[in-house]
């Protein structure tokens, strides 16, 4: 019968930043300051003893929504192959179709679907980006987080400094207050303060609208940006294609959406120099693999937002060399780290992700559930459990493919 999955545990963490950060979304009342990262994690165990590592994240709402559909659907798993991915993917899409292909119910099977590669590469025992088929070794890496809008602009200069002495390659800094000339300011200190040969990009967060992006992308023209990033609403395609051809800074954007098609249609209407897909956003690996091929063939760069643990793997194994964005926000939440040399961040060489969540992580766990299969003609419903917070049966049986007669749910909540 081969390697089948054994358990499934899903965790609801809540990472807290040192310090809550501003961009334009809460220059312009939109939202509130950013305090902490939201993290749905999905392992995945064989019968083997082979496990798989996967997470999503959300910010300031919706994690609680993607705990709750991964523990509806997460069941089907059980007693699988876990090579499948493809096929289980489907299956869990099928599972959840009433609410959708998109959003919360996608974000939370990009959980289970990066699990499920961390535990085919695991299995071959390569990294992923080995396991895809790697270009390169490392990749050009830029700083984000000390960018924000929240600090003094003496603070982001002595930030830029910082990451640029840490080794990091380039620095983008957050725009689109509502006074645009306060961003011209800020950005002209910034690039004074670096000088012309650090590569530099700005980040709107879709604050202005098509006029005054198109202002500011002409009065920057001179500054040499690697890119102004996010200029419009997420999904006007048309507007960033027409910045796009109207201005000789390239547009990056992409990492809101959250299906292949709103993706595909900025690839079609060439409305971008860097396309940002986000795995957790846009529902795994799986589907990230299908839009950066599009990307490809279209000539563009991939620059994929947040989450570096994930991406530096998928950039190393992109055609074409473009950047991964350095924040270090979700390093807590794991025992390794990822090494930054010469303006470049390093594919780690252990097998997968090359991930384990560190043990410190559970006084950010809110909640947890696991998934545990039941092997026809047993019936030890105590085989899987033990865990913190104390574990109680949620009952519940049922014919499950690959041989097994069942499954038991343990619960725990971490309070």
Known sequence: ???????????????????????????????????????????ITTNEGLEGLGFSYTTRAGCRAQFAHAKEVGETLLGRDP???????????WAGASVGR????????????????????????????????????SVRTYNTSGGFLHAPIEEVKERARQSLSEGIGGIKIKVGQPDTREDLRRLAAVREHLGDDVPLMVDANQQWDRATALRFGRAVEELGLVWIEEPL???????????????????????MLSTVPDLVRLIDLRAVGFLQPDVPRVGGITPYLKVAALADHAHLQVAPHFVMEI???LAA????????????????????RLEIEGGRMRVPDRPGLGLSLADTAAAWR???????????GRSDRGA????????????????????????????????
Do not use: N
């Open 384 to 415: 899987v459990g033990g865990g913190p917070g104390g574990w109680s049966d949620g009952g519940g049986f049922g014919r499950v493919a690959g041989g097994w007669a069942g499954r038991v749910e343990f619960r725990a909540d971490a309070g």
């Open 317 to 336: 194994a992109y055609p074409r060399e473009s950047w991964v964005e350095h924040i270090e926000w979700l390093s807590p939440l794991f025992e390794e």
């Open 1 to 43: 019968m081969g390697d089948r999955v054994a358990a499934v545990r899903f965790g609801h963490y809540a990472v807290p930043l040192a310090r809550p950060v501003s961009d334009a979304k809460v220059a312009t009342g939109r939202q509130r300051p950013l305090a902490q990262i939201d993290v749905l994690t999905c392992e």
């Open 366 to 376: 809110l909640d947890q559930v696991e998934f545990a299969g039941v092997a026809a």
């Open 311 to 313: 991406h530096v793997h």
């Open 83 to 93: 090579s499948d991915i493809a096929r289980l993917y489907d299956e869990l899409l």
């Open 102 to 137: 998109s959003g919360v119910a996608t974000q939370a099977l990009a959980a289970v679907d990066v699990a499920l590669w961390d535990l085919k590469a695991k299995r071959a025992g390569l990294p992923l980006a080995k396991l895809l088929g790697s270009y390169r070794d």
């Open 233 to 255: 609403d997420a999904y006007d395609a048309e507007g960033h294609a027409q910045l796009a051809a109207a201005l000789g800074t390239p547009i990056a954007t992409g990492e």
